[in-house]
């Protein structure tokens, strides 16, 4: 079927064709399952299942719930259809990337119906029209300045806390930040474990990997009453972070802000 599929794209030229960015990212719910990829310099998150949520916009609501993708800046995405990769034996997938070409967020499809609804999707969405040079992108507009972290923390609590997270079940919301796009998904911790440079973290369906040691620093942040964990690069960039997943869960909010405030 795959190489049906394939052959079928080369007859028809339609091979990485680029589609509207915001009727491809709204096109994603549509699909039965999927495999989300995202990663960044120094962490990879990886989540199968069904969007809940697929946001051209500026802020990450953590109300919603279930695997969730925003994208924060149009202007500098563009959207492509992929078909299947024989090469990397990859299936099809809707490919978001950045105007200089560095890719921030794959979807899979998995099933012979995602597969014909992407086939679907190239036909009959409209091609992307000339991008706008880089020096016309224009970004949503931020509300108001990012606060100062809380404190940063001693990196070597970080095994042991996410070992205590696991043991204690606490829902949680993971998100990976790469570029201009945000990937989260909410769960509560199954598993912490690693293997060789790497930590594995995995939460349901999702699974988070990354080098403890090319994270610059742990730090707590409050912002919009929501406080996290945040990984930061060692040159600055927000990688990915942690925050307590349903609010008004077994009063998962306090637990979780006094778990943070008692990091050295």
């Given at each position: 079927?795959?190489?049906?599929?394939?052959?079928?794209?080369?007859?028809?030229?339609?091979i990485?064709?680029?589609?509207?960015?915001?009727?491809?990212?709204?096109?994603?719910?549509?699909?039965?399952?999927?495999?989300?990829?995202?990663?960044?310099?120094?962490?990879?998150?990886?989540?199968?299942?069904?969007?809940?949520?697929?946001?051209?916009?500026?802020?990450?609501?953590?109300?919603?719930?279930?695997?969730?993708?925003?994208?924060?800046?149009?202007?500098?995405?563009?959207?492509?259809?992929s078909?299947?990769?024989?090469?990397?034996?990859?299936?099809?997938?809707?490919?978001?990337?950045?105007?200089?070409?560095?890719v921030?967020?794959?979807?899979?499809?998995?099933?012979v119906?995602?597969?014909?609804?992407?086939?679907?999707?190239?036909?009959?969405?409209?091609?992307?029209?000339?991008?706008?040079?880089?020096?016309?992108?224009?970004?949503?507009?931020?509300?108001?300045?990012?606060?100062?972290?809380?404190?940063?923390?001693?990196?070597?609590?970080?095994?042991?806390?996410?070992?205590?997270?696991?043991?204690?079940?606490?829902?949680?919301?993971?998100?990976?930040?790469?570029?201009?796009?945000?990937?989260?998904?909410?769960?509560?911790?199954?598993?912490?474990?690693?293997?060789?440079?790497?930590?594995?973290?995995?939460?349901?369906?999702?699974?988070l990997?990354?080098?403890?040691?090319?994270?610059?620093?742990?730090?707590?942040?409050?912002?919009?009453?929501?406080?996290?964990?945040?990984?930061?690069?060692?040159?600055?960039?927000?990688?990915?972070?942690?925050?307590?997943?349903?609010?008004?869960?077994?009063?998962?909010?306090?637990?979780?802000?006094?778990?943070?405030?008692?990091?050295?």
């Amino acid at each position: 079927m795959f190489i049906d599929q394939t052959e079928k794209h080369r007859a028809t030229g339609r091979i990485c064709s680029a589609v509207d960015l915001q009727l491809a990212a709204g096109y994603l719910c549509s699909f039965e399952s999927i495999v989300a990829v995202t990663a960044n310099a120094c962490s990879v998150m990886t989540t199968t299942g069904v969007y809940r949520g697929v946001h051209v916009s500026q802020d990450t609501d953590l109300r919603n719930r279930g695997l969730r993708l925003y994208v924060h800046d149009s202007s500098l995405t563009e959207a492509t259809v992929s078909p299947v990769d024989h090469a990397s034996r990859l299936p099809p997938s809707i490919v978001f990337q950045e105007r200089g070409g560095r890719v921030v967020h794959r979807s899979y499809m998995t099933s012979v119906c995602d597969e014909l609804a992407l086939d679907f999707l190239q036909m009959s969405l409209p091609a992307c029209g000339p991008q706008a040079d880089a020096k016309d992108a224009r970004p949503f507009p931020v509300r108001g300045s990012r606060p100062l972290p809380l404190k940063t923390i001693d990196r070597q609590v970080i095994p042991h806390l996410l070992t205590y997270l696991t043991a204690l079940r606490m829902p949680l919301t993971i998100a990976v930040c790469s570029g201009t796009c945000t990937h989260c998904d909410d769960g509560a911790l199954d598993d912490v474990h690693r293997d060789g440079d790497l930590l594995f973290v995995r939460s349901g369906a999702t699974a988070l990997s990354f080098d403890p040691a090319s994270i610059g620093s742990w730090r707590v942040r409050s912002e919009l009453d929501i406080i996290r964990l945040e990984a930061v690069s060692l040159g600055g960039d927000e990688l990915f972070y942690l925050t307590a997943g349903h609010r008004n869960h077994c009063n998962a909010t306090e637990s979780w802000s006094e778990i943070l405030a008692s990091l050295p």
